[in-house]
């Protein structure tokens, strides 16, 4: 399914891709305080179907596939975690107009990625196990509220307790050993195909789950991206700080515009 469509004609459509275990409500804060400039689609992506690293360029397909439907041509793909990496694929199979990434996966620049995803799978397997309503009635725990969430987030206490159930029991729900099976072994198979297509990557600089020394691996691969970080953030943005996201898509969808423009003039 997509979100309703927010339209306005004579630029790019923001179209917003989620992370693995969300869905396309995970960006609802951040659209509503992105200022009215831009038409944005969100969408939900379906359950990875393999278990390797086909799993990132397989939904990139899928995507591929859904574009007409959706009436979007040539998009500013928006992206987060597993839902970056499939923006960049999508972009070295259809025309885009630029490609937003938050913490991406795909870029393992140290062991530390690993170790990353290890923790990550060790917690929501235990988290699990305690089944939704146990788990929501932790969750208004301030001490394991803490424990869980400053995982995933660097204000954990600033989450309320049914959103923060909500986002694990989906994260929980979902596979994860295939979750983490592709977000470890996927890789940008083909990084040139990108040389012309402006890329932004941003960075959490308090991300757990993708650790910000991934983007020393991410400027060897693709040296033309913008590098930025987002600051007192953890791997959930968009729970952090819903306007510090919004400000960061905003600057970079008027980035592109006033290069848009600038083409146009020539």
Same mark, same amino acid.
């Given at each position: ?112 990625? @690993?170790?990353? !995803?290890?923790?990550?799978? /060790?917690?929501?397997? %235990? +988290?699990? &196990?305690?089944?939704?309503? =146990?788990?929501? *009635? ?50 940008? @198979?083909?990084? !040139?195909?990108?040389?012309? /297509?402006?890329?932004? %990557? +941003?960075? &959490?600089?308090?991300?757990? =789950?993708?650790? *910000? ?50 083409? @146009?003039?020539?």
């Amino acid at each position: 399914m997509a979100a309703p469509v927010r339209k306005t004609d004579g630029n790019p459509t923001l179209l917003l891709l989620h992370a693995a275990g969300l869905d396309r409500t995970s960006w609802d804060d951040v659209v509503d305080r992105i200022p009215g400039f831009a038409r944005t689609v969100a969408i939900d992506l379906p359950d990875p179907v393999t278990h390797d690293r086909n799993a990132v360029p397989a939904l990139a397909d899928h995507v591929a596939r859904r574009l007409t439907g959706l009436g979007v041509h040539r998009p500013h793909v928006v992206g987060h975690s597993l839902g970056a990496a499939v923006a960049l694929e999508l972009a070295c199979r259809v025309p885009v107009a630029a490609v937003t990434g938050f913490c991406t996966i795909g870029f393992h620049a140290t062991t530390r990625t @690993a170790m990353c !995803g290890t923790k990550v799978r /060790t917690l929501m397997r %235990l +988290v699990r &196990a305690a089944g939704p309503t =146990v788990r929501r *009635r932790l969750l208004d725990s301030p001490v394991f509220h803490r424990v869980v969430m400053s995982v995933l987030s660097a204000r954990p206490s600033a989450i309320e307790a049914g959103v923060a159930a909500a986002d694990v029991n989906s994260i929980v729900g979902s596979d994860l050993e295939v979750l983490a099976d592709f977000a470890c072994r996927y890789v940008l @198979a083909d990084p !040139g195909r990108l040389a012309g /297509t402006p890329v932004n %990557l +941003v960075w &959490a600089d308090q991300d757990r =789950v993708v650790p *910000r020394c991934d983007a020393r691996h991410a400027a060897r691969l693709l040296p033309h991206a913008r590098q930025m970080a987002i600051m007192d953030c953890g791997h959930l943005v968009m729970r952090d700080d819903p306007d510090g996201t919004a400000a960061v898509v905003h600057a970079c969808h008027s980035h592109l515009m006033r290069e848009l423009q600038r083409q @146009a003039a020539r």
